[in-house]
């Protein structure tokens, strides 16, 4: 059987630049609590994205979790948010006591539909929490322009966005923050890691007290917090992956671009089309078989059935989580658009080192 490609496959840096990048810890013995190589990858992260507020966690969910709890929103008050998207973000919601209200997606790009936001806002409504899925960037004006209209905060869900850029603009400065997941899987790493970017420079200090138990001093704790502190192997790790990550996306684009070659325009095949004044990262390769000879399911299988790892990438809702089935907006039926999609899309093997010839392999077995 031919060698197993699997979905998606970690970037990481040489062995020796990682080795020299770690060696001043075993000087220090500083591993944690936010030493040097914590303070170099916040610096490289804020000047990377412009972004002059970056806080740093050792996963991405906590990140998102700790910066709607810094929000201070009254427990019960509701958000609105997406189905299509991973547990993480509906979890979040939930985890801070606020009921999460299920929008549902438009039909050309996944994220959040634009034209149905309103009609889900009540008097409980607090905030909206939009996804940039697969890379693609929301409809940032139209949100914020309902946003500031309703008086609502805006918290994006941008795991999968890292490095994008929309006429220019960092993905990192849209809303009143944004969360970055740096999980193994994603374009840029840090084995596990997140970080939020805010616009509010008085929420950084809150944030960082929820990371480190509220501790300000040796003799001095003034917030009731967690623990979900960046260690000094994590930023390491980082910091050397972010030396190479132009190089990395470059080569991502070139995989795509091979992708779309063999497989636009044929027929019950949809493929997502580039976003105009989007600088994409190229973070995963989604497929709709849409009408086509097989269903998403069976093209899984016949890949699986050749040692090819694709995922059901987002399947299912997160409105049909059995732990949801009591809250009033869950169902997938009432996210019509959403469900479809579910259904049928299906994400490619992506990453970096993927060699053409496996694409090419992916795409006869498709097409055969």
């Known amino acids: 059987m031919s060698e197993k490609i699997l979905v998606t496959r970690s970037s990481m840096p040489d062995l020796d630049e990682y080795c020299e990048e770690i060696k001043k810890l ?4 500083w591993l944690t609590n936010m030493g040097v190589e914590h303070r170099k990858l916040q610096a490289d992260l804020e000047n990377y994205l412009d972004c002059p507020n970056v806080v740093l966690y ?26 299509f998207t991973f547990a993480s973000t509906t979890h979040a919601i939930v985890r801070n006591n606020l009921t999460p209200v299920f929008c549902d997606v438009n039909p050309d790009d996944y994220t959040i539909d634009t034209e ?30 309902i946003a500031d209209r309703h008086g609502l905060k805006v918290i994006y869900d941008a795991a999968h966005a890292f490095a ?11 809303g009143d923050a944004s969360m970055f997941s740096f999980h193994a899987t994603k374009v840029f790493n840090t ?8 616009r509010d420079p008085k929420i950084v ?5 929820m990371r480190n138990f509220g501790i300000h001093g040796p003799e001095s704790v003034t917030f009731v917090g967690g623990n979900a502190k960046m260690n000094e192997f994590q930023a390491a790790m980082g910091v050397c992956n972010l030396r190479h990550l132009d190089d990395e996306i470059a080569k991502r684009r070139q995989i ?10 044929v027929e019950g095949i949809r493929l997502v089309k580039q976003q105009k004044g989007v600088q994409s990262n190229y973070a995963y390769f989604p497929v709709v078989f849409d009408g086509y000879k097989m269903t998403r399911d069976e093209v899984c299988a016949l890949l699986a059935k050749n040692n090819i790892i694709a995922r059901k990438y987002f399947y299912p809702l997160t409105n049909s989580f059995e732990c949801y089935a009591e809250l009033e907006t869950a169902g997938a039926e009432k996210t019509p658009v959403a469900a479809y999609l579910a259904d049928r899309v299906l ?11 496996a694409v090419d392999r992916i795409c006869d077995i498709i097409l055969s």
């Open 58 to 83: 050792t996963n991405g969910h906590l990140a998102l979790e700790n910066v709607i709890a810094a929000m201070e929103f009254e427990e019960g008050s509701e958000v609105i948010t997406t189905p």
């Open 116 to 145: 149905k936001i309103e009609a889900l806002i009540s008097e409980k409504t607090v905030a909206i929490v939009p996804v940039h899925v697969y890379g693609i960037i929301c409809n940032v004006e139209r949100i914020q322009e």
């Open 164 to 174: 994008v850029k929309y006429n220019g603009v960092s993905a990192a400065n849209f």
């Open 26 to 29: 075993w000087d220090s013995h």
């Open 191 to 198: 084995i596990e890691g997140g970080a939020v970017c805010l």
């Open 256 to 265: 795509v671009e091979h992708y779309v070659s063999r497989l636009e325009g």
């Open 347 to 357: 994400t490619l093997p992506l990453y970096a080192d993927l060699p053409a010839e």
């Open 205 to 209: 200090e809150i944030m960082n007290d």
